[in-house]
């Protein structure tokens, strides 16, 4: 049976059109041109002016930005749900940083498990694959009925600790319990030691009290979490490394939200390096702000995906 | 008085909640509703919802994407937290006017749009030509302008909103997007019973619908007063120099005016816009009648047209009034001496703009009402004739 020849169609949302280019400079294929607005009554209007008709489409929408996130969001259902009535052949949603990650359990009564409702909605817009990143619990991918490809940054960043730092004498330190397991095997792969910061936290994105499991004396301590929102656990975290006699700290994270009061918390903290990737775009100044750029990744990914190649080679793998 | 019924209320209209919840003698549920500092919407149910009849109240303004997630966050809510019954009530509906063409420049081409007057529906043509980040005409690829409604109705529903309450829907179609029950309410008698009671006169008044597509919705309101109709016809004509001198639409009719307010940005004589009156209203008094008014171009301009043919005075009467954009400004400056709309969404800071200009009438008990007798599983169809 002959195929009409099918090919890869980009389409950039309006939350991170710098990522989008790097893709699509990375594949040398052009953005479609869409046209995605806001009316003066506020609601989303999307057009599309070209025809995607049995097209693969990627449409690349990031979660981020203070008062429009879920504008962001609407936008990237009506994008796909547009897609689909369209006739597109199979929709892929590229979504670096995936909205409500951190709402992904029913932690107390009647909390929404908003995470799961994006899950859905996404789904019922009519999208067939979804291509994320590090996502803050990778149960969510089981919240999809639809095959979901989460990504690693981590060979990225061990790419860029074995370029830019001397690790001879660092130790990898994860912020929180919950991230152990993601620096344990970073700290494996690299051969080097880890050590714990035990935090008891009382509200949300307030952190209380912190205790050290592990030796980090004389050290280069490499914090590294899967996200760095208002930065209250990353400057306090760091601050007990150096009260517990280390050398330097250094963050690493992959998605840098960076909300709230996160600029002043930063600049007055002790950190004297910030690495983040670049699946939302920063919104803050910071002078020891580095960025790793993934978009190579995320690009290799949708190349692979279009031509039925395997995409675990990326989970081990720079670009 | 009423069991086993929770009323939560979002975060965009909470005078209409409480209107509506002290007319069912009830308590508000208690919820939290914010968000997070990275902009998320954040909930909390302050209240048991176990084997409730659960109602959401949330319209469609202010900024329209925060307040439909929010909205979906509370259903999913809710269900999660085994509610018998989850009934989204959406007093104004939001994405529900399809665009079938942009239907204000204003609003795709925002910042960037030219000096050509206010047109309500630019032709496509012209939207070819001016349109600069849609320049598709080489391949002669007619955009495509994503259709949100069904959308819209498989996201509540996937939330797990069991039933829709809503009111005047811009389309009656919409209703059939649904798989669940959707009960359209209407203002028509809360706004036969202004007529009635508030225009002098009315008797004499000519009911007027702005446009082809509200013809239906007018039509209803002057058959039950017995009072007569005029419908204001707009439509896009292509001009051929072959028949324009003995075309007497074009030139002869006094009652075109094409060449003030509906000729567009493109001159080159393809093709514009004309506006004209079916039915007389010399000298009567004038009750336009919609269903929404949003940057309202479309009324302003119906009152202009209306004022040329020495009408009296001016009533608007509407369901929804958005006002967005300019639209305040734009009907201050109009002909129109009264314009009537309902609370369905907040008129706080439109009356302010407007004062004695714009009058506000109460969809509270309706809604309230609706929720009662949906809630005690009686009619609702009462409701459509009689008004509460």
């Not at chain 1, 609407?74 to 670096?96: D, G, W």
């Not at chain 1, 990650?101 to 799961?116: E, G, N, V, W, Y």
């Not at chain 1, 306090?236 to 918390?265: P, R, W």
């Not at chain 2, 209703?175 to 002098?200: A, C, R, W």
Request: hydrophobic share 35%; aromatic share 6%.
């Amino acid at each position: 049976m002959s195929h009409t020849p099918n090919s890869i169609r980009l389409i950039s949302g309006n939350s991170h059109p710098e990522l989008a280019q790097k893709i699509s400079q990375r594949l040398n294929i052009p953005l479609s041109i869409i046209n995605a607005k806001q009316n003066s009554n506020n609601e989303t209007f999307v057009t599309i002016g070209e025809s995607i008709r049995d097209e693969d489409i990627y449409i690349i929408q990031t979660g981020c930005g203070k008062d429009k996130v879920n504008d962001f969001l609407m936008e990237l259902l009506m994008l796909i749900n547009a897609c689909k009535s369209a006739s597109a052949r199979r929709i892929t949603a590229v979504i670096p940083n995936f909205p409500y990650a951190r709402q992904d359990k029913k932690d107390k009564s009647r909390a929404p498990i908003t995470a799961k409702l994006i899950a859905n909605l996404i789904q019922t817009a009519g999208c067939n694959h979804v291509i994320t990143m590090d996502l803050h619990a990778s149960q969510i991918q089981g919240f999809f009925t639809i095959p979901v490809d989460n990504l690693y940054a981590e060979p990225s960043v061990l790419e860029y600790l074995k370029h830019n730092i001397d690790l001879k004498n660092a130790i990898f330190v994860s912020p929180d319990a919950g991230g152990a397991k993601r620096v344990a095997s970073t700290a494996d792969k690299l051969d080097l030691n880890f050590a714990l910061i035990h935090k008891e936290r009382q509200k949300a994105n307030e952190v209380s009290r912190m205790v050290l499991v592990g030796d980090v004396t004389d050290k280069i301590c490499i914090l590294i979490d899967d996200m760095a929102d208002t930065c209250g656990t990353l400057v306090k975290a760091a601050e007990t490394l150096l009260d517990n006699g280390a050398n330097e700290v250094i963050s690493i994270v992959t998605h840098g939200i960076f909300s709230g009061a996160a600029q002043q918390k930063l600049q007055g903290s002790k950190l004297s390096k910030l690495i983040c990737t670049n699946t939302v775009p920063v919104g803050i100044e910071f002078d020891k702000l580095e960025q790793i750029d993934i978009s190579p990744t995320l690009a290799e990914a949708i190349r692979r995906l279009h031509n039925g190649e395997s995409i675990s080679y990326l989970f081990t793998h720079a670009l | 008085m009423v069991h086993d019924i929770v009323v939560f209320s979002g975060s965009s209209h909470p005078g209409l909640v409480s209107k509506i919840v002290s007319n069912l003698s009830l308590e508000e549920g208690r919820v939290k509703l914010g968000k997070f500092s990275n902009g998320e919407t954040s909930i909390s149910i302050g209240e048991s919802v176990r084997e409730k009849d659960v109602y959401v109240i949330q319209s469609s303004c202010g900024n329209i994407n925060d307040n439909f997630m929010e909205l979906l966050i509370m259903l999913s809510a809710c269900k999660t937290a085994s509610a018998k019954r989850v009934t989204a009530v959406l007093p104004l509906f939001p994405y529900s006017r399809q665009p079938d063409l942009p239907y204000s420049k204003k609003g795709i081409n925002r910042g960037k749009q030219s000096d050509t007057p206010a047109v309500e529906k630019p032709n496509p043509l012209e939207e070819e030509n001016n349109n600069n980040t849609l320049t598709t005409s080489k391949t002669g690829y007619k955009t495509w302008i994503a259709q949100s409604g069904t959308l819209i109705a498989e996201l509540l529903t996937k939330s797990g909103a069991d039933h829709i309450i809503t009111m005047d829907l811009h389309d009656a179609q919409f209703q059939g997007f649904f798989d669940i029950s959707v009960d359209n309410l209407y203002s028509k008698p809360i706004l036969q019973h202004y007529i009635q009671t508030k225009i002098p006169d009315y008797q004499n008044c000519v009911i007027v619908s702005p446009d082809a597509g509200g013809a239906k919705r007018a039509t209803a309101i002057a058959d039950n007063l017995l009072v007569p109709f005029a419908l204001i016809h707009k439509e896009k004509r292509f001009f051929n120099p072959k028949h324009a001198s003995n075309s007497n639409l074009d030139l002869s009719s006094p009652q075109n005016s094409a060449s003030s307010s509906g000729s567009s940005g493109s001159q080159d004589g393809k093709s514009y816009a004309t506006t004209m009156i079916v039915g007389d209203v010399e000298g009567k008094d004038c009750i336009i009648v919609d269903d929404l008014v949003d940057t309202s171009y479309t009324i302003t301009r119906a009152a202009k047209l209306l004022k040329r043919q020495n009408c009296g005075k001016i009533y608007v009467l509407i369901t929804h009034g958005i006002f967005s954009g300019d639209a305040l400004e734009r009907i201050q400056q109009s002909a129109i001496d009264k314009i009537v709309v309902t609370n369905s969404v907040p008129q706080e800071k439109h009356q302010e703009v407007l004062g004695d200009k714009l009058v506000v009438l109460d969809v509270s008990r309706i809604l309230g009402e609706a929720i009662r007798r949906i809630h005690n599983g009686e009619s609702v169809s009462i409701l459509f004739d009689h008004g509460w």
